[in-house]
T-cell receptor, first 112, second 115 residues
Framework: GESVGLHLPTLSVQEGDNSIINCAYS??????FIWYKQESGKGPQFIID?????DKRQGQRVTVLLNKTVKHLSLQIAATQPGDSAVYFC???????????FGAGTRLFVKA | ETGVTQSPTHLIKTRGQQVTLRCSSQ?????VSWYQQALGQGPQFIFQ???????GRGNFPPRFSGLQFPNYSSELNVNALELDDSALYLC??????????????FGSGTQLSVL
């Protein structure tokens, strides 16, 4: 069936360290993979996406890696800051499709 | 630029009642999707509206219905409320072609409690 899952439900890192959030997906037909950040009381916010024909994409302090061989997606956050504390969701979408499928989320705690 | 706005922010209903949730899409966005997010879980796709018609639907019963208006705003209606309908209901809009890539712009949601 459809599923986008995560290896760890919570992650705690020291401020200034790098964070790595992992995600497994099951649909080989997905074309786009997206990371969202959800802070308390808010809706998910788009962070970065990657298309299936790429294996790495960088943004500002964030990098997404895609390994289609093992159906694995990761989000790397450099120099993690207290403002990065939130729940992070990976999501997938089939190109031209109407549905974006979300995983269960990983809660990131940043210790000062 | 005004983002996605949802109303009301919180709502309490009793089992069996009906509820209407409202969403104004971001300027320039013509597609609206609705998601249900239970506590501690990821958002689950309910349906999407494009050009005032339902464009796709997730695994939700017919008592979940919606509308999209000419100004691209949207409503989510839920009839015969059940206790399990208690959740955060999120509206997301996307620009032309945006929903096909999964890039969605979310509102802050309506927290629905069914007693």
């Amino acid at each position: 069936g459809e599923s986008v899952g995560l290896h760890l439900p919570t992650l705690s890192v020291q401020e200034g360290d790098n964070s790595i959030i992992n995600c497994a997906y099951s649909n080989s037909a997905s074309d786009y993979f997206i990371w969202y950040k959800q802070e308390s009381g808010k809706g998910p916010q788009f962070i970065i996406d990657i298309r299936s024909n790429m294996d790495k994409r960088q943004g500002q302090r964030v990098t997404v890696l895609l390994n289609k061989t093992v159906k694995h997606l990761s989000l790397q956050i450099a120099a993690t800051q207290p403002g990065d504390s939130a729940v992070y969701f990976c999501a997938e979408n089939i190109a031209g499709g109407f549905k974006t499928i979300f995983g269960a989320g990983t809660r990131l705690f940043v210790k000062a | 630029e005004t983002g996605v706005t949802q109303s009301p922010t919180h709502l309490i209903k009793t089992r069996g009642q009906q509820v209407t949730l409202r969403c104004s899409s971001q300027s320039g966005h013509n597609t609206v999707s609705w998601y249900q997010q239970a506590l501690g879980q990821g958002p689950q796709f309910i349906f999407q509206y494009y050009r005032e018609e339902e464009n796709g639907r997730g695994n939700f019963p017919p008592r979940f219905s919606g509308l999209q208006f000419p100004n691209y705003s949207s409503e989510l209606n839920v009839n015969a409320l059940e206790l399990d309908d208690s959740a955060l209901y999120l509206c997301a809009s996307s620009p032309p072609g945006g929903s096909a890539t999964g890039k969605l712009f979310f509102g802050s949601g309506t927290q629905l409690s069914v007693l």
